[in-house]
């Protein structure tokens, strides 16, 4: 090649040109190498003719398979949403509560992290930022994170908040005209805490009403999944009396009766309580048991008392009106036994193979006295408590929904009516009888109409 023909005399920097590729990699060089291959491979007598026709082949056939190739895409270099930002940084700049009756979530997260269960790490400073804001905004003695109830389309993040002693608000005025048994007071049984729940940890949290005894007996009815929506409607059968955030009360409810757990022994009842339902006090004289015996079930304790048929956790008085009161029901009280709690629905009853109603297990047993026990709920999946050193914490991540060995079958519908009874012909009215009815309506008419006039002449 000549300079007079405009090329470079250079070959490193012709090979250079040559080796330049597109954005498939591929370059005039690898072109030329791979046609000069499948000449010499094909052994064809017309190769100059076929030229043009192998080179389109090759090409095809390279970006064919460059369209087959599973490309990455970018990571999104979004923002963070603008409202997500602000509301997080609002937690952020208000003072924290720390040591002031807020839960310490870190100290107890890393304790159910060894079950394999709870919040991730980044979540957990909003979290505790939220709980000390809750605190502030409703005077509350105490806040805790009590867990997380997993939605269709939204989860709800709940925080326990509990009032200082005789400082729960007033009960809610009863509608009128409809008679419904009597919720347990602010501050007493079911309605013992205040629960306020939200999509988010940096989202605002709203105050869940509290539960009635129609919304509890209505809920044990029903398998529900919640949606996310405070506001959605509930269609079941049989029929929920209210939207989700009333459904999703009364499970709150049931749960905490069921799966807050402490250590036996740590908490008393306060028999000198002028109160009717008597509070529970640290007790005098605990002595954390050693790891190991916190795997028996009767180590542990219910913190709540159970729930009654009546949706209630005592019986509500009886009506004075009635002089036969119906028998009340046994009621279960306060720190009840966790080992008295009946198993898991059988299959097959009477087998012995119905599944305990709570699985302990030890971890960490190196730690000695610092070991972690973790006591799981078979009824409530999702439930959790752990107890180390003699402390304790509770936590839930669950579905909401009671879990039971045999299938759910909804509730039958009512049974359909019977046909009316064939009732017998009745005879015919006469004419004659027919007149006097008639002459009968006329003849009162009449006399009315004469009243009327006598009292407006007077």
């Known amino acids: 090649l000549s300079p007079q023909m405009g090329v470079s005399t250079d070959s490193g920097v012709n090979k250079a040109l040559l080796l330049q590729s597109d954005k498939d990699g591929a370059s005039v060089h690898s072109h030329l190498t791979e046609l000069i291959q499948e000449l010499l491979r094909s052994r064809k007598e017309d190769a100059l003719t076929e030229l043009e026709n192998i080179s389109l082949e090759i090409k095809a056939r390279r970006y064919a398979e460059a369209a087959r190739t599973t490309q990455v895409p970018e990571p999104s270099a979004s923002q963070p949403d603008a409202q997500w930002l602000r509301t997080s940084s609002a937690l952020f700049a208000a003072p924290a509560g720390e040591g002031t009756g807020v839960q310490d979530i870190h100290e107890e997260a890393g304790w159910f992290e060894w079950a394999g269960v709870g919040l991730p790490r980044e979540e957990r400073p909003r979290l505790f930022r939220a709980m000390s804001a809750i605190k502030e905004q409703n005077s509350l003695e105490s806040v805790r ?22 400082c729960a608000p007033a009960a809610a005025a009863a509608e009128e005209g409809v008679a419904l048994p009597d919720p347990e007071p602010p501050g007493t049984g079911l309605n013992l805490h205040a629960y306020f729940v939200a999509p988010d940890p940096s989202a605002p949290f709203v105050q869940l009403p509290d539960v009635r005894p129609e919304h509890v007996v209505a809920a044990s009815r029903i398998k529900k999944f919640v949606t996310g929506d405070l506001d959605a409607p509930v269609r079941s059968y049989p029929a929920f ?9 009364a499970q709150i409810a049931h749960i905490a009766a069921a799966t807050v757990l402490v ?21 005098s004289q605990f002595a954390p048991p050693a790891p190991p015996e916190m795997l028996d079930a009767s180590k542990w304790s219910h913190l ?16 004075e009106d009635t002089e036969e009161a119906a028998e009340p029901e046994a009621e279960v009280a306060a720190l009840s036994s966790v080992a008295d709690d009946p198993p898991v629905s059988d299959l097959l009853p009477d087998s012995g193979t119905a599944a305990p109603a709570w699985s302990m297990r030890l971890y960490c047993p190196q730690a000695r006295d610092g070991a972690v026990v973790i006591a799981k709920s078979n009824r409530w999946p999702g439930a959790y408590a752990a107890t ?7 936590l839930y991540i669950g579905y909401g929904a009671e879990a039971s060995a045999l299938p759910y079958t909804p509730s039958p519908p009512p049974p359909i009516s ?33 009243e009327e006039g006598a009292g407006a002449e007077e």
Request: proline share 10%; no cysteine; glycine share 10%.
């Open 304 to 319: 709540f008392g159970g729930v009654l048929r009546s949706g209630r956790t005592t019986n509500p008085p009886p009506p």
């Open 388 to 394: 180390v050193r003699g402390e304790h914490a509770n």
């Open 263 to 283: 250590p036996a022994g740590k908490l008393a009842i306060d028999e000198e309580a002028e109160e009717i339902i008597k509070p529970l006090v640290p007790a």
């Open 418 to 450: 019977s046909e009316a009874d064939v009732q017998p012909d009745q005879p015919d009215v006469t004419l004659t009888a027919e007149n006097e009815v008639l002459k009968a309506i006329d003849e009162a008419k009449l006399l009315a109409s004469e």
């Open 241 to 249: 009396p209210g939207p989700e955030r009333l459904l999703l009360r």
């Open 145 to 166: 994170f009590f867990g997380k109830v997993l939605g269709t389309t939204a989860d709800y993040y709940v925080l326990e908040g509990s009032y200082a002693r005789g």
